[in-house]
């Protein structure tokens, strides 16, 4: 139930996240000035958290969809295997969170 919950919550947060993200492109067509401005924001410790909370939530999103697309399959659908794939999903979101941002910052 509450991984349920957290698939529609991180929804919710993807549509948020999206704003964000046609603001930046937006901000980009408009002029350098507002593009600078719009990054001086993301770039910030609260702009970083929330991209680093959007992240998580876009992968966290993945995983429950491949999770839901497994059991429509009819696969994993006992209780203490349904419970270990969802253990899963949360394990691999932040754990490729953390890689994404860690290759995204060496990179860079």
């Given at each position: 139930?509450?991984?349920?919950?957290m698939?529609r919550?991180?929804?919710?947060?993807?549509?948020?996240?999206?704003v964000?993200?046609a603001?930046?492109?937006?901000?980009?067509?408009?002029?350098?000035?507002?593009?600078?401005?719009?990054?001086?924001?993301?770039?910030?410790i609260?702009g970083?958290?929330?991209l680093?909370?959007?992240?998580w939530?876009?992968?966290h999103?993945?995983?429950?969809?491949i999770?839901?697309?497994?059991?429509?399959m009819?696969?994993?659908?006992?209780?203490?295997?349904?419970?270990?794939?969802?253990?899963?999903?949360?394990?691999?979101?932040?754990?490729?969170?953390v890689?994404?941002?860690?290759?995204?910052?060496?990179?860079?």
């Amino acid at each position: 139930m509450a991984m349920s919950t957290m698939q529609r919550l991180t929804g919710i947060a993807l549509y948020a996240g999206t704003v964000l993200l046609a603001a930046w492109l937006l901000s980009a067509a408009i002029s350098e000035e507002c593009f600078n401005f719009v990054n001086m924001i993301y770039g910030s410790i609260i702009g970083r958290i929330i991209l680093f909370c959007y992240t998580w939530a876009l992968l966290h999103h993945m995983a429950g969809g491949i999770r839901h697309f497994i059991w429509d399959m009819g696969a994993a659908m006992e209780k203490h295997t349904a419970s270990k794939i969802a253990w899963a999903t949360l394990i691999f979101s932040l754990v490729a969170t953390v890689l994404v941002w860690v290759i995204g910052y060496s990179v860079r």
